[in-house]
């Protein structure tokens, strides 16, 4: 559908981590009008062979101001890495549209210590889906641990690991991964953390956590 002309729509902040509070500003919409807000994300699988699609739900309802303009705080949704469109839309015409980026984050780590062998989980939220953003890749004190992808869970991730090494302090990151491999096998996933991912990494802006 194309956009109604003269409108626009703004999301301030443009990325932060699922729950983040954002603002959707606009003008050149119909004085008074009511619109509704819909929010864009996927569902599907990239392993399961039976693909994937773009699903869209509503998640508010505007009433322009007499000026043409909107003003309309957003909470992120709890929802997938990565690019999801906010559009505008009065009955079934697009009336403005803007974009918001999910970026990882981490929920919670239990237990924070205890004696080599305890069992501890990371919680994450925000994992993506594309092929930019779909692995995020785990290190133990610079030692490759494994890495964990959020899709058919919508974003929502645990990490258990067990504590290893020696007391004191230990390190664990969490670095974005490369999704890529020979034009043969061009599903095979590369499952090493990027660490050069703050220079190169393809796609939305990841943070390493």
Same mark, same amino acid.
């Given at each position: 559908?194309?956009?109604?002309?003269?409108?626009?729509?703004?999301?301030?902040? #443009? %990325?932060?981590?699922?729950? #983040?509070?954002?603002?959707?500003?606009?003008?050149?919409?119909?004085?008074?009008?009511? /619109?509704?807000?819909?929010?864009?994300?996927?569902?599907?699988?990239?392993?399961?062979?039976?693909?994937?699609?773009?699903? %869209?739900?509503?998640?508010?309802?505007?009433?322009?101001?007499?000026?043409?303009?909107?003003?309309?705080?957003?909470?992120?949704?709890?929802? /997938?890495?990565?690019?999801?469109?906010?559009? /505008?839309?009065?009955?079934?015409? /697009?009336?403005?549209?803007?974009?918001?980026?999910? *970026?990882?984050?981490?929920? *919670?780590?239990?237990?924070?210590?205890?004696?080599?062998?305890?069992?501890?989980?990371?919680?994450?939220?925000?994992?993506?889906?594309?092929?930019?953003?779909?692995?995020?890749?785990?290190? !133990?004190?610079?030692?490759?641990?494994?890495?964990?992808?959020?899709?058919?869970?919508?974003?929502?991730?645990?990490?258990?690991?067990?504590?290893?090494?020696?007391?004191?302090?230990?390190?664990?990151?969490?670095?974005?991964?490369? !999704?890529?491999?020979?034009? #043969?096998?061009? %599903?095979?996933? !590369?499952?090493?953390?990027?660490?050069?991912?703050?220079?190169?990494?393809?796609?939305?802006?990841?943070?390493?956590?």
């Amino acid at each position: 559908a194309e956009q109604i002309a003269g409108a626009e729509l703004r999301v301030t902040p #443009t %990325q932060g981590p699922v729950g #983040t509070r954002v603002v959707l500003r606009g003008e050149g919409f119909k004085p008074d009008a009511p /619109l509704t807000v819909v929010w864009e994300t996927y569902v599907g699988s990239r392993v399961s062979g039976e693909g994937f699609t773009s699903d %869209q739900h509503e998640i508010g309802q505007i009433k322009v101001d007499p000026d043409g303009r909107i003003n309309w705080p957003l909470t992120v949704p709890d929802d /997938l890495g990565g690019l999801h469109e906010v559009s /505008l839309r009065s009955g079934n015409e /697009l009336a403005a549209r803007a974009y918001f980026v999910i *970026e990882t984050s981490i929920v *919670e780590m239990t237990p924070t210590s205890g004696p080599a062998g305890t069992r501890v989980s990371i919680h994450l939220k925000g994992v993506g889906w594309t092929e930019y953003d779909n692995i995020s890749a785990a290190t !133990y004190d610079n030692a490759y641990m494994g890495y964990a992808c959020g899709f058919n869970s919508q974003g929502d991730v645990v990490i258990n690991f067990t504590a290893a090494g020696t007391p004191g302090a230990h390190v664990i990151d969490l670095y974005p991964g490369i !999704y890529q491999g020979p034009p #043969t096998e061009p %599903q095979q996933f !590369y499952r090493l953390p990027q660490l050069t991912y703050a220079e190169d990494h393809p796609g939305n802006k990841i943070p390493a956590l």
